[in-house]
């Protein structure tokens, strides 16, 4: 049984009529109703289910493959009063190759739950759930992963948020538990109420500081005692509880005498994944691509390996650059000169997939992939026709 509020270890439960209770927490967190008032004020929290005979979180380093950005800490079991230090003296004893957590959980200490976020984010860690398999040396993450109650608080700390399909994300109502119900002395009450406010307002603090829509606190705190509040796709894109994914629609900029053709990512670059936008145009009545990165990582004297490839009705064409088309500009963009053929591609595919190959010493793959729209094929072709020089 964890504990809400060291100090209100002693501290139980009035036992006043229902009305008279909800007037009372009504004037204290009105903005929120009553659910969200008595959510906070209890001195004893209940485990989401399962949680009670789940192990404490333990940690390991998994790998699906050779590479760093394969790689994850796996985070599984019960999150207790104990998990945020053992947390922060695993990551300082052993070597970790990946910068994601791979959180699997039923829950366990709020109060633990935002720390090791706050551990997290501080890293600038990613968080991922599911399940890890191992298979032989390395292994590959499985649905069916869930990371509840306290743990959806420590899966927000992520710099990036990922719930592949399969796994679940769930808010939970911390509540009093039966078999600790009891009496209030009335001199404590008030000292009660203001822990309560106190930690009302910690968590809403944490979600803001973590970027998260703060409304979802009202949703999970309105959950049944026994229940779970697991947003579904749209509201975790709503609340901001995962990180927006891939490429943005295509627009139109004009440059010169002519337009250039753009996609950028819809969140920040990040370790292993640099790329930050397509582009498209013609110059002097050729066309081309550039796929520009961050980090300043390209250098002119080693052009990387580069692909492009484009999908249509199921079907997929690879397009592989030969040396003598590709230019590094700058030290963060590629320019490779296409064919007609390409064109006649890009007009009709669905989606891009597209791959920058520099060696792993320099910085390993730099890719990304866009899904195209009728209105973005267009503006890539209208990219082609007016050249910029």
């Known amino acids: 049984m964890a504990l809400l509020f060291s100090r209100l270890t002693d501290v139980q439960v009035l036992p006043v009529q ?52 394969s790689c994850y800490v796996k985070a599984e079991g019960q999150i207790t009063a104990e998990t945020p230090a053992l947390f922060s003296s695993y990551l ?81 109502q911390f509540y009093l538990s039966r078999e600790r119900t009891g009496q209030v002395p009335s001199s404590q009450v008030d000292q009660a109420l203001m822990s309560a406010q106190e930690l009302s307002s910690r968590i809403v603090r944490y979600l803001l500081e973590m970027g998260i829509d703060a409304r979802i606190f009202v949703l999970g705190t309105g959950a049944k005692p026994d229940d779970m509040f697991v947003p579904d796709a749209a509201q975790l894109e709503e609340f901001a509880l995962v990180t927006p994914e891939g490429f943005g629609a295509f627009f139109l900029e004009p440059y010169k005498q002519g337009l250039v053709a753009a996609s950028k990512r819809k969140s920040a670059t990040r370790l292993y994944d640099l790329a930050s936008q397509f582009s498209s145009y013609c110059r002097k009545n050729k066309p081309y691509v550039l796929i520009t990165t961050d980090g300043g990582i390209l250098n002119p004297d080693n052009l990387p390996t580069t692909s492009i490839n484009m999908f249509s009705k199921g079907r997929g064409i690879t397009a592989t650059a030969t040396k003598d088309i590709l230019r590094v500009v700058g030290d963060s963009s590629v320019e490779v000169e296409i064919n007609d053929k390409v064109v ?30 009728d209105m973005d094929r267009k503006i890539i072709a209208s990219s082609f026709r007016f050249c910029i020089g």
């Not at 009553?34 to 989401?48: D, E, G, P, Y």
């Open 18 to 69: 229902g009305n008279e209770m909800k007037k009372s927490l009504g004037r204290i967190f009105a903005a929120h109703g009553w659910r969200v008032a008595a959510f906070a004020v209890v001195a004893c929290i209940t485990l989401s289910p399962g949680a009670a005979r789940a192990e404490s979180m333990t940690f390991e380093n998994v790998c699906k493959g050779n590479n760093a950005a």
């Open 344 to 373: 006649e591609l890009l007009s009709v595919t669905e989606r891009i997939e597209f791959s920058l190959f520099l060696g792993m010493s320099s910085g390993g793959e730099v890719r990304g992939a866009i899904d195209l729209s």
């Open 92 to 172: 300082k004893n052993e070597h970790s190759d990946g910068n994601k957590v791979l959180l699997h959980s039923p829950g366990g200490s709020l109060i633990a739950g935002l720390e090791l976020g706050e551990l997290i984010r501080a890293r600038g860690m990613e968080t991922e759930i599911g399940i890890w398999k191992s298979e032989g040396t390395f292994g590959d993450t499985v649905d069916g992963g869930y990371c509840m109650s306290a743990c959806s608080y420590a899966f927000l700390g992520g710099e990036v948020r990922r719930i592949p399909e399969g796994n679940r994300l769930g808010f939970h």
